[in-house]
């Protein structure tokens, strides 16, 4: 603590010496004009530079002893993660009112660690309750799949494989609807779910391609893959990496012009220690001022009006993957000329971490 500051704390008492001597200046004034004898301004002068001596004394004893504890204070405030486990190791408090403030900050200690621990409770439940509810889902998902498959061997009427094909499309969304909750919710713990390895990245773009295959056919827009490479290896985890450039590429088929012929391109580059994975469609484009937002948690823009599906998780769940696994992920966009994702691997990151 700063001696100014501790002044400052000790203007009262200040005040109140310098009062009590101002009062006993007047009252020996007082007592020797009454008593009829001369006033000894030496005597005056000694009383002051007396009681001065005797303030600063007291005062310079008093920060000495105020000085580690209230310096203690001062450190605390200045630390950018302050935790509680500061309040319980401080040091033992000197006066009776510092020893009640003590008191009471470790039983607020004591109240707000036990509501944190309750919520962390709820917080785990929840995301068990997620975790099996989407598991659960996934069966019921794969069996509507599996009778639509056999609906459309069976049934030969065009009205029928119509409506199958409905029934189709809304069980593929509501399976990408789990994938991104189940996601979301592993992101909590994704330290515990992450692998550092060696991922050949070419094939991954190519099994994410083949995995989209009935999209592409739907769609009628074809992929293309770009590279000068026969194998191209990065650091990260394949499993979240492979999420997120699915997520992309999901994307990319979503808001490209439906049965235009259009192409979904994949470039891969290595520049030195850098590798970069473009994904371009020839879609819509996104307007100017929804770029930078992109990213941003259940922001749809105006594209996720014209797509009323849209739940802007996505590329937020993107975002947030790719920085966690040590990689960068830009995007660049043109109105109705369309939409370029990149992936950034410094292909050594994730081991170093």
Do not use: C
């Not at 000790?10 to 005040?15: D, E, P």
């Not at 470790?106 to 621990?117: D, P």
């Amino acid at each position: 603590m700063k001696l100014k500051s501790f002044i400052k704390d000790r203007l009262y008492f200040i005040f109140y010496t310098v009062l009590l001597v101002s009062l006993l200046i007047i009252a020996y004034t007082l007592a020797v004009l009454e008593a009829g004898n001369h006033i000894s301004i030496s005597n005056i002068i000694y009383l002051i530079i007396l009681a001065l001596f005797m303030m600063l004394l007291f005062l310079a004893a008093d920060y000495i002893r105020h000085y580690r504890f209230l310096n203690q204070l001062a450190r605390m405030k200045q630390e950018t993660s302050l935790s509680f486990e500061y309040v319980e190791a401080f040091r033992e408090p000197l006066t009776n009112e510092q020893k009640l403030w003590m008191e009471l900050f470790q039983q607020m200690n004591k109240v707000t660690i036990g509501q944190l621990q309750e919520q962390i409770k709820q917080k785990e439940q929840y995301e068990l309750l997620i975790h099996q509810w989407v598991h659960q889902m996934k069966t019921p998902v794969s069996v509507i799949s599996l009778l639509i498959q056999e609906g459309k061997r069976t049934f030969s009427k065009e009205p029928m494989k119509d409506y199958l094909k409905e029934i189709e499309e809304e069980n593929d969304r509501f399976r990408r609807g789990l994938e991104i909750i189940l996601h979301g919710a592993r992101l909590q713990r994704f330290s515990e779910d992450v692998k550092s390895e060696r991922v050949d990245l070419i094939n991954l773009v190519k099994q994410v391609i083949n995995e989209e295959k009935k999209q592409f056919i739907k769609r009628f827009i074809y992929p293309r893959l770009e590279t000068e490479l026969e194998n191209v290896y990065v650091h990260s985890d394949r499993k979240w990496l492979h999420f997120a450039v699915s997520q992309v590429v999901f994307n990319a088929l979503k808001y490209s012009r439906q049965e235009e012929h259009d192409s979904i391109t994949f470039n891969i580059i290595e520049k030195e220690s850098e590798i970069f994975l473009r994904i371009t469609d020839q879609g819509i484009g996104i307007v100017p001022h929804d770029v930078k937002r992109v990213f941003d948690p259940f922001f749809t823009g105006e594209n996720g009006r014209v797509k009323q599906e849209s739940t802007g998780m996505g590329l937020y769940l993107v975002k947030e993957i790719v920085n966690r696994l040590g990689h960068v992920v830009t995007i660049q966009s043109t109105v109705s000329e369309g939409t370029t994702v990149e992936f950034l691997f410094k292909t050594n990151i994730l081991h170093e971490r």
